[in-house]
């Protein structure tokens, strides 16, 4: 790992004016655990490392059956992992994070960091795109709100701008008629990229779906919305043959490449054996 | 019941007291408490640390070297190139008797041959300067075609990548093995098959990179901790391309962190180490990098294997011939052995009297594969027991009793031309088919849904040592104190096996004393006596049969001393649990310390046995059942349970032994389902260097394992009976699975890895011909 | 530049004068000369790393050692009760066959510790899932699911737990 500067600012303002100041040279590190990583493999070049750990008021967590999830940029993975809010609500974010990395990653990493480093295979992105989430985001003392599909541009890009740091996250709560599900394509049940991620989150009552999400990661340069294959679904009783038109769309929607961990077309057909099967567990089907 | 509670349960009929208990693993306790130093761990006072700089091409002549601005780098301390290294052509396999070695490499040479070989090393004062100069140092190349397919390579157009004269890029001549009379085989057969086999590149991937620490004294004598399964041919073959005697060098490896047979060549890293250490005059370290590890490393050889066989209509195999070809990559390291080994294993497992087979090797410009667990045999005999269940259905057999029929006997010729000792695959076999209820398996119903389940059976056998490839020698030294406790001082590494708990079970045994009172002494070359390193699932037939032969010179000495004490015969007496006492008859007794310490002012007697022990050969037996459940929508396919079965002669230890095939089993899962090391054929650069995409399978992925370990042709030439068990695991475990696939979905493949995307291609293909 | 980070590691106060750019890992095997804790792949990858910081099981290798400024750190070394006496893990390892070249036995250790900390009862699933992240290439896990079982039976016979 190169040397680099190292700052531990006290307060959002000082530390969104510092990174303001450093500009694209300057890495916020939270979790650390994607960050470490490209700096050891000078997959990414950081001469000024800014820990956001000390400034208060990120760690944050609140769950209400009204108002939803909310959670600060400082909270892990684990954290979201074991709560019985998250479990007993989102379990595709449950899912999701369950199967990121291992236990002892999960300790340190972050949920934000996790979205923020926006990789196309990050698990938790479907989850909380399916589920509407919006990103806050704290700038030179005011603070924005940015859904969560909207906020990639790229592999590894956002709408971020140097100044911004990502406050917290938050989404609407379940409904009585709401079912989610994610399910993650890998060659291990753990300790893998995802090759393919596929998060629904839906509205449905007597097998007719009114609302649905879809969200497919590791398929398309961002996490991607598949919303002709949600506008299939939207409003209609879900049966088997739907279920394989929905399949098919999804895999017309995605637009994978291929690299050592999997080919396109296998890529391609996973989208769609993995949307029909997420529907059917958001539906309750056992997973 | 758990696994070691069956083991004990087979194994109770016996009357040895510390033979086949698991007793405590001695070398473990350092292990688990963090205390075992590995040579990553040594720390010297003044240490510098070094990098080695890898080339980013292939196959190229190295036109210029500037190292000018690592040179000028704070902290650097030297910078060595292929200008300033010995140029010595060395062998990458060191073994000192096989005839088949190849020298083929220098330290440093004006020419790469693979993607990430050395071309350059810096010593600094910290592992990061040493990075940042790596960086500093710009090499010109001139570039040359890259061969990366077994193909390109042995077109005898294409351009040599070593001049050794052989054409056709040639590791060493072709392998030829004849019996009988293959043509007349031929013609008597009722049904004949003919495939070829395609073989991944999986890697061994031990969990310690390779490391080693040099230090230099003012005599000019170097120490050197390594990471190594054979610190007698680290010394000679630094010795040798150092050109110092070997008095002038000692090699320490107190505890590994696994090395699977990768870990008997040496990685450039151990002669730049020992350069930049004598350059700076200062202790160096160099450690690779877990990419390093994979880049510079050993992998398996890939390859292909056309086999053809006749078989008769009531199951008889009349013909078997075969085409082996070996990849490689870019040095020849265990080529030869491999080639030999492997391409001879097919005169055996199931009889044939007319065979006729061909290996060959060839270099190629992509990773080196050297020796890995298995060596040839896990590629030979994949392809054979795969064929071998294609014929039983094809000749209305069940796969296990066709397998049964045709199983080497008591008294058949072994690969090594020696016969056969016992009915181990017969009795395998049996018992695995006993064990799973595998007839009741086999008739149960297959309902189409989306997850099929189906079941297979792999069978091996397999040497224990390199004979005749290699004239082993195993060396010991048994010393018994005057207190009776015993210093066992061995060669025998310790590669993480639990060797030397076997060792020390077997010279107490042998000496009548309690398994805790014997100690071991090992892992410097300065003490033990000679070793030719732990490989090739020898270290207890080998290096415990010394041993034993040096523990029994002890008994005899002991005896001889005790006797007039006794007022008895040599011959009369016994040692058991750390008394000497009179076998026939008489209660009369003496504490080994009152036999053999000082007494009434006379210091107490000497007693050193020496054991040495050249073996030839033995054969242990495995087969397996494997349980599969295939995705048919997704092409993945999981190990729901192994059930392996290994004769191995005589255990000494059972838990030690169940860990070897379960270990093994996890490899050889990875090799069959998941784990491929891939390079860019455009390039030769690595793909998958990493554990993220280098995909073994880990906690979650491995099933449960039922480990049953029986004693039925103990082999004489071992420590009272006992063969190897190392390597067999991971040979049979692979036909088990592919069988297994083939159970639950009906389509055969024909190599490995079979991926989930191959899976599932093959079911379209399967789909559409049968809808046509 | 270095930097003190003062730290309690394994009970004992500990400061250390570190390099920015150095990893926790890093810094006990150097600077604190605890060469217990292992490097396996450095990127987080394989566990031999795992140590316990502040009650939760991480890799050393993926926190800086400016990071650990006030935290309790507890490695392999410290596990031991006295030091001729192993900890309930270590001794069942040994019993069990769970450690075989060793290299991962103290990662493997520490997240057992984690787990069993957590759970003292858990099911073979649950040992799976929480050694997900500590690679062995020797055992094939039979021997260290073996292992963590006995010992969280003992622990919970002995009322420890």
Redesign the interface.
Known sequence: ??????YEPATLAEASELLRRLGKDASI?AG??DL??E???DLRSAHH?V?I?KIPGLTDFAYDPANGLRFGALVTV?EIETSPAVNGNYPNLAKAVSLL?????R??ATVVGNICRASPSADTIPPLIADGASLSVYSGGTERSIPLDEFFTGPGRTVLVPGDIVTGISMPAPRPTSGRAYIK?G???????ATVGVAVSMEHVAGQCSDIRIALGAVAPTVIRARRTEDLLRGRMIDAALLAEAAESAMQEATPIG?????A??RR??VG?LTRRAIGYAMGGVQ | MNTHERIDRDLSERDFTVVGKSVKRSDTLEKVTGAARYAGDVALPGMLYAKMKRSNIAHARIKSIDTSKALALQGVKAVLTHQDVPRVLHAGSPHPRSASVTKDQYILDERVRYWGEGVAAVAAVSE?IAE?AVALIEVEYDPLPGLFTIEAASDPAAPPIHENGLGQNYVLPPVFVTRGDVDKGFGEADLVIEREYDLGRPTPAYMEPNVCVSQWDGNGKLTMWTSTQSAFMVRGTLAEVLGVPLNKVRVIVDHMGGGFGAKQDLFQNEFLCALLARRTGRPVKMEFSRKETFVGGRSRHPGKIWLKQGFTRDGRIVAREARVTFNSGAYGSHGPGVTNVGTAALTSLYRCENVRLEGRCIYTNSPIAGAFRGYGVVQTYYALDLMMDEAAEKLGFDPAEFKLMNAVREGDMAPSGHPIVGHGLVDCIRRVMEETNWHELRRREKPETVKRRGIGIGCEMHGSSAYPGIKEQGNAIVKMNEDGTVTLITGTAGLGTGAHTALSQIVAEELGVPFEAVSVVQGDTDIVPWDIGAFASHTTYLGGRAAQLAAADVRRQVLEHAAPLLKAEPGDLAIRDGFVVVANGSNQSLRLSEAVGPQRGMPAVQLVGVGTYMPTKSYSFAAHFAEVEVDT??GEVAVLEVVPVHEIGRVIHPIAAAGQIEGGIQQGIGHTL?EDY?IDLTDGRS??PS???Y?M?????MPSIRTIIIETAPDPGGPYGAKGVGEDPIIAIGPAIANAIYDAIGVRFHHYPIT??QV?NALKTKANETRQ | MN?LVSMTVNGEPCELSV???R?LLDALRNEGSLTGTKKGC????C?AC?VI?DG????A????A??AEGAAIETIEGLQPAYDKPHALQQKFMEFGGAQCGFCTPGIIM?AK?LLDENPDPSEDEIR??L???ICRCTGYTKIIDAVRATAEELRRAGTL
């Open positions: 790992m190169k040397p680099f500067e190292y590190i650390g655990t470490l990583v700096l050891k493999e490392i820990n750990k684990r990395g291992s236990i002892q990653v300790n340190r394509h060659r291990r049940k753990a300790m893998e990229l690299n050592v961990r999997a080919s077309a296998y057909d996973m054996v | 990061e940042r929508e997704t998941s891939v793909l998958n554990f993220v995409d995909k399978p880990l906690s979650m992925d989930p995307e599932l | 930097r390099a920015l750019n990893t450095d990127v987080g990858d566990g795992t910081m939760r099981p991480v890799n290798c993926l926190v800086l400016a990071e997240m984690a899932f929480a997900a992240g500590n």
